[in-house]
């Protein structure tokens, strides 16, 4: 099975990866454009999701509250963090745009501990990750830090030229405090759109080992291994981290064959 899920170039669902067509336990993401007035609805009877409001503007009711005008971005390129709601598993939640949007959801299996909350902007944790042409621009929008039960969610900025999720670093072994097992979506931009960026995903014994060049909306799933991503000169990427597994801990192995560029660039 390819690692990588094509966009679809037109429909309200963009891309989608479940459990059940990853072939794995907890990560499900979709991503979905709008036009002014369209609707989705969002409903989990078992797990916690998470709404990013990636572009435009909308309105959500979810158990029993409402939310209008969210939305801070005309592109997800702008320096600027997007509104989030969580919602918990049990509860049926409408998203409708007020105008165009893009809106993505990621969920993970949960047991309803946890209410409804708007996570806004000012909230997120934002920071520059890297050195030199390994510089990425970081936000936090639901990290271990936070309230969730599986779910871990970030946004990455990588400029033009630059690598990002590099050097290769890994998170499929349960060995706490030094790695965690975590199953992984990216979702990716371009800008222009008509770019394209290049990710790897691949183990230290090479029995998975796909390289992948990615379009704008692609999904790049990560069950395992290394998973570095690379930018040709003159198209920005951007792409939207979900993670989760059986520890709600973001601990990760950087492939030894690379570590020395940490090294490097720590003098």
Not at 33 to 53: A, F, M, Q
Not at 142 to 157: D, F, G, H, I
Request: hydrophobic share 35%; net charge negative; with cysteine.
């Amino acid at each position: 099975m390819t690692l990588l899920v094509k966009a679809a170039r037109e429909g309200q669902t963009i891309a989608r990866v479940t459990p059940s067509t990853a072939g794995w336990q907890y990560v499900g993401f979709a991503a979905y454009r709008l036009s002014e007035g369209d609707v989705v609805y969002v409903y989990e009877k078992e797990r916690e999701s998470c709404i990013v409001v990636l572009t435009g503007t909308v309105d959500i009711e979810a158990g029993g509250e409402h939310w209008s005008g969210l939305g801070s971005r005309d592109s997800v390129f702008e320096d600027a963090a997007p509104y989030a709601l969580y919602v918990p598993p049990g509860v049926k939640t409408t998203v409708r745009a007020t105008r165009s949007a893009e809106v993505g959801v990621a969920s993970a299996p949960a047991k309803g501990t946890l209410p409804v909350r708007l996570i806004e902007p000012a909230q997120m944790k934002r920071s520059t990750r890297g050195k030199s042409l390994n510089t990425r621009y970081i936000c936090d929008i639901l990290p271990q830090t936070e309230p969730a039960e599986s779910l871990l969610v970030v946004e990455v900025r990588t400029p033009s030229g630059h690598s990002s999720s590099y050097p290769p670093h890994k998170h499929d072994a349960d060995r706490l405090p030094q790695e965690s097992a975590l199953e992984e979506t990216y979702y990716h931009r371009l800008s222009p759109p008509q770019g394209f960026a290049f990710q790897r995903v691949y183990t230290d014994a090479r029995d998975l080992d796909e390289t992948m060049a990615v379009e704008d909306h692609d999904i790049v799933m990560v069950p395992r291994g290394y998973h570095p991503v690379v930018v040709p000169y003159g198209y920005d990427s951007y792409y939207l981290n979900v993670m989760a597994g059986k520890c709600r801990e973001w601990h990760f192995h950087n492939d030894p064959a690379h570590a020395w560029i940490i090294e490097r660039d720590a003098r």
